[in-house]
T-cell receptor
Framework: GNSVTQMEGPVTLSEEAFLTINCTYT??????LFWYVQYPGEGLQLLLK?????DKGSNKGFEATYRKETTSFHLEKGSVQVSDSAVYFC????????????FGQGTILTVHP | EPEVTQTPSHQVTQMGQEVILRCVPI?????FYWYRQILGQKVEFLVS????????KSEIFDDQFSVERPDGSNFTLKIRSTKLEDSAMYFC??????????????FGPGTRLTVL
């Protein structure tokens, strides 16, 4: 079945540090890939997405590239801010099933001033 | 900006009791979803709903669970007889189009259900 694996957390960084959160997936068909973010006390918000191989999703300085050959969708940001502190979830759609997101376990990011 | 809302934010219930979790999806959306996250575990898909019927459900969504769109604005998840293992954060989501059309699922803030 479909699955998503994220790097173990939590991740703690200083402001302006480089961020990478690894995400790999297993899926049938041709899934779309997503990163969601959850700020404290809020719901899941879509951060970025990519719908086919080699697509790059980007938003708010975050980027991720859909790599079919390595089945990966790693999240990166060149310079994190304290306000980026949140939980980050990698997810994919069903590939052959519509509207059914499969999530990774989430990575807690804490950014210190 | 339109948003998905959920009530209550926290629900405490006794084992064996029925609970109804409520969601108000974004008004022009057509597809509705429930997910749950047990503490420390992954967010898991429960069910999707379109045109007043279930489109897909997971193996978690057994006969104890039901969903309903009782009017034009609410979308509810009912657990008929709660178990301790139903304790989790429940997220509602909605989208205008199915994911295959590259639309986005918008999530509510969640309802934390505690079963004692």
């Amino acid at each position: 079945g479909n699955s998503v694996t994220q790097m173990e957390g939590p991740v703690t960084l200083s402001e302006e540090a480089f961020l990478t959160i690894n995400c790999t997936y297993t899926a049938t068909g041709y899934p779309s890939l997503f990163w969601y973010v959850q700020y404290p006390g809020e719901g899941l918000q879509l951060l970025l997405k990519a719908t086919k191989a080699d697509d790059k999703g980007s938003n708010k300085g975050f980027e991720a590239t859909y790599r079919k050959e390595t089945t990966s969708f790693h999240l990166e940001k060149g310079s994190v801010q304290v306000s980026d502190s949140a939980v980050y979830f990698c997810a994919l759609d069903g590939g052959t099933s519509y509207g059914k997101l499969t999530f990774g376990q989430g990575t807690i990011l804490t950014v210190h001033p | 900006e339109p948003e998905v809302t959920q009530t209550p934010s926290h629900q405490v219930t006794q084992m064996g009791q029925e609970v109804i979790l409520r969601c108000v999806p974004i008004s022009n959306h057509l597809y509705f979803y429930w997910y749950r996250q047990i503490l420390g575990q992954k967010v898991e898909f429960l069910v999707s709903f379109y045109n007043n019927e279930i489109s897909e459900k997971s193996e978690i969504f057994d006969d104890q669970f039901s969903v309903e769109r009782p009017d034009g604005s609410n979308f509810t998840l009912k657990i008929r007889s709660t178990k301790l293992e139903d304790s989790a954060m429940y997220f509602c989501a909605s989208s205008g189009l199915p994911l295959r059309d590259t639309d986005t699922q918008y999530f509510g803030p969640g309802t934390r259900l505690t079963v004692l």
